[in-house]
């Protein structure tokens, strides 16, 4: 009896003790706070803004520390507390104030929550994160002589960098052609002289960021030719709104008149469909895929060229100007659309002002455009050869008959094509010079 008392009275207690446990587990928080430091990279520079981030899955965070630890000195850099209920922190600061020579440290970052864990403290996280501090930006030597690079037209540099960089490309105005390291190391990058640039507004910048943040910004030594481009004028006709209201119904809808559709779609969607294409150039190969010079549409003429500046008429006055960013081939109706190069099928589907269009990337930033399709027999992420059939020639998005207009983007920035399907000038002015700086690209010496 006494026996199987003491028994009952034991389990009964070990009971208690676990309730009290679960009760303790499920309401308690036992999550620390998670520290982020961004850039990660394990170097920076003095000036270099470090961003901590503090998160804590179920309680606010109430203190945040940094410290720099060099041998057994201690400098404070942030320490701040909270009395607020954010669930997430986020700090930024620079080693500037340390005022500290190149070399290691450590960074010691703590966080504490609001908890009533580790016996009503809070709970805390800490991290040490070796740091090496580097002041020197990396040196860049270009391999290849400079290039001959006209308005509108494309160009190509091949160059070294001392150290490791997070990011390395030619600045031109605000645009930004990003390089792609090859496997020798180098780096290779393709860049335009932007259409709507004169040249003595065309100042290329060649700039390497290190993993310090340390930035090195080098003017690029560029041949700078002039090009000029054709000017026409496009007179609308209330017979080809009336034809195309429909489909610009779906691009702009709402109530409005044909002409004020047709305007915000060569403006406004015009606008926004350059900015679609940009987006676009990011999705591109680190290494070139395409082969030998790219294929012009068989047995079309051209119809309108690169960068010819169209004023359109309607009623006798004047209502928009825009410039013409590709080719315009017309063949038969429906004619069999080659890719012009291998690569990589990035966008198919309907665009705006492009109506029906297929971009194929070809790597570096080189990608090719094909609209105005009537249709298109490939998708998004699809590897295709040179000369595959993608498509039909068509007139949908802003055409008025059935043409292929066919364009070439250097990372997502419309460039002449007339370059690009001129074999001599590729071999000229892109392969051999990358050859004879220990470079290597596609040979289309053999065409
Ligand atoms: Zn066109």
Redesign the pocket.
Known sequence: MTKQLKISNILAIAAVCLLAFLAYALFQDLDDPVLTLTPDTGRASLALPLTLTVTDATSPVRRISVNVRLGSRLIPLLDKTFQDEAKSRRETFSLKSTGLKDGAVELEIAAVDASLGNFGRGNASRRTIPLVIDSIPPAITIKTPPPNVRRGGSGCILYSVSKAVSQTGIKAGDLFFPAFRQASGDYICFFAFPYYLQIRDFTPQLVAVDLAGNTRIDPLPVARLSRDFKSDTLTLSQNFLSHKKAEFSTVVPGEMSDIERFLQINSRIRRENARALMEIGKDTASDASWKGSFLRLPRAAS??GFADFRTYLWQGEKVDEQF?????LASVAQAPVPAANSGRVVFAGYLGIYGNIVVIDHGLGLQSLY??LSSYSVTAGQAVSRGDIIGATGATG??AGD?L???ILVSGLEVTPLEWLDAHWIHDNITERVRTAGGSLPDVSGE
Request: glycine residues 14%; neutral net charge.
């Open positions: 119809k309108a013409h960013l590709g080719l315009d609209s105005h802003m055409a043409h207009h066919f364009g």
